[in-house]
């Protein structure tokens, strides 16, 4: 019986070699685990495989897609398996790199932080290789991680930034379970890539600048956005966020023009000055232009939360007694916010013709970007928008607060409950802090606030990528006039906006015009 199982198994055999003899199969096996061949192999099939993608005629995000999901998989095994010198694996980043550029249309001198960097301002979703090689030890690197836990359980609680003790808490490593052990450990290994990474980005003066966006929120672009959004916006997104866009002063450095200076005001062209700077610009209407773009997203969004607070309960203050011996229940979580407090909140906003503050609640000649106020409850609420560079955004904020204190306190001595609140929103697409805080200070939170954050980010997105290429049209003051009716009108309203909107001249979704340097 033996004898026939044995026939009946398949013959495997390993090469011929020149004697006729074949050799055996496990010596077959393990020429092919050899690190020398491993490699070659390897660096020839990445080879393979990237040419290949380069050459399907698929459009730039479809062959992103095909890296992230079919290539990136198989080449991160050998890498896994075999002991491979980390020049090898930086020099595959590198030819990854140079392809992503390519596909995605960024510049060659984008650096690889920004394609996959975890902890930026804009996080991509290409994804890169994982720590390897000769000179990186997992062993060294966890051993570290675990010294640094246990560095922080001797050090305490500690506070980051204006939050205060215990608002960021954190598992003890000390108390933690091996699985929670495991993560914290893991955790700890990719903030220290992270952090060399951070410490090189930091070094750099243009691309690094968002290092210094200290009150910014990031923001992530998924695959599914990926899809849905136009070429040019995203090119001017990256590009305008790592300032490698061809603005004056960077193609003078690069030796391609004589003078970096601006086409309006001739004053040194960079991309803050452009976007944020220029008093030839500021003097046409141009910032202002583009904040009354973001300051119509923001309306929108409040008149939505308004209309949605009309249809919860109006929220009111009790008292919950307990019984002797009985324990106290833990309070339900209400959508409300200060919207759910009255039912007759009107929106008066500064777009078009100048609005005049309420004279039932105090005579100013001041004029907030919004008003927003309730007769029966007594309530008004400031609402004042800035579109800064990054950078100064606190700054901005600090100026608003001390321009309507004044106002604020003399509405209090009136008996009405006035507060003042600052909203910035970068000239590039970033929100403030500030404005997660309003909106849900407002009561616009989960979906809402998502959806109107996003709106609010692409609206000062477009109107910058306008205003950029538009950057040397000395003529654009008649499509920014608003005496012919290109800026929305002004209005005030109790539940809803305007849906009029800018004409195709000063529309910014349709312009197709390439930024991409050369």
Request: net charge positive; proline share 5%; with cysteine.
């Amino acid at each position: 019986m033996n004898m026939l199982v044995k026939s009946a198994e398949v013959e495997c055999r390993g090469p011929l070699s020149r004697s006729g003899t074949r050799q055996p199969p496990i010596r077959a096996f393990m020429d092919d685990l050899t690190d020398t061949t491993a490699r070659q192999g390897t660096s020839d099939d990445l080879d393979t495989w990237l040419s290949a993608v380069d050459k399907s005629g698929l459009p730039g995000k479809f062959k992103a897609w095909i890296y992230q999901h079919g290539i990136l998989p198989h080449l991160l095994w050998p890498l896994l398996v075999y002991e491979v010198p980390i020049t090898i694996v930086e020099g595959f980043e590198r030819k990854i790199s140079q392809f992503l550029r390519r596909w995605l249309g960024l510049p060659r001198s984008l650096s690889s932080t920004a394609l996959f960097g975890h902890n930026t301002k804009l996080q991509l979703p290409c994804r890169g290789q994982d720590r390897t090689g000769r000179k990186w030890r997992a062993q060294e690197a966890v051993e570290r991680a675990e010294e640094s836990l246990c560095h922080s359980i001797r050090v305490g609680t500690v506070a980051i930034g204006r939050a205060g003790l215990g608002s960021n808490p954190k598992p003890s490593y000390s108390k933690a379970s091996v699985k929670e052990r495991r993560k914290l450990v893991q955790e700890e290994v990719r903030a220290e890539v992270e952090e060399a990474c951070f410490s090189r980005m930091v070094g750099m003066s243009n691309q690094g600048a968002w290092t210094k966006w200290k009150h910014t929120a990031g923001r992530k672009i998924t695959w599914a956005e990926l899809w849905k959004v136009e070429p040019h916006h995203f090119k001017f997104l990256v590009q305008s966020v790592y300032d490698v866009l061809p603005s004056p002063a960077n193609l003078f450095t690069r030796g391609l023009v004589d003078l970096p200076a601006c086409q309006l005001c001739q004053k040194r062209g960079t991309l803050e000055h452009i976007l944020s700077c220029c008093s030839k610009a500021l003097g046409d209407g141009r910032y202002r232009w583009r904040h009354e773009q973001v300051l119509q997203a923001v309306a929108d969004s409040i008149c939505t939360g308004i209309i949605n607070s009309k249809r919860q309960h109006l929220s009111k203050c009790t008292i919950a007694f307990i019984r002797a011996g009985e324990k106290p229940q833990p309070p339900r979580k209400t959508q409300g916010g200060l919207l759910a407090t009255a039912r007759d909140w009107q929106l008066l906003v500064d777009l078009g013709r100048q609005l005049r503050f309420p004279d039932i609640i105090v005579a100013t000649t001041l004029r907030p970007d919004m008003v927003l106020m309730s007769g029966a409850t007594k309530q008004v609420v400031l609402l004042e928008l800035t579109v800064p560079w990054e950078d100064r955004m606190e700054e901005a904020k600090e100026r608003k607060k001390a321009k309507y204190a004044d106002l604020v306190a003399e509405c209090r001595r009136n008996g009405w409950k006035a507060r003042c609140e600052p909203i910035e929103v970068g000239c590039r697409g970033f929100a403030g802090q500030s404005l997660h805080r309003v909106l849900g200070l407002l009561g616009i939170c989960g979906l809402h606030r998502q959806r109107a954050m996003k709106n609010i980010m692409e609206a000062a997105e477009k109107a910058s990528r306008w205003l950029w290429l538009r950057r040397g049209d000395p003529c654009i003051v008649r499509y920014l006039d608003t005496s012919r009716g290109l800026i929305t009108p002004g209005w005030v309203s109790r539940v809803r906006v305007s849906d009029v909107r800018p004409e195709t001249p000063s529309d910014p979704g349709n312009i197709t015009e390439d930024v991409s340097t050369t």
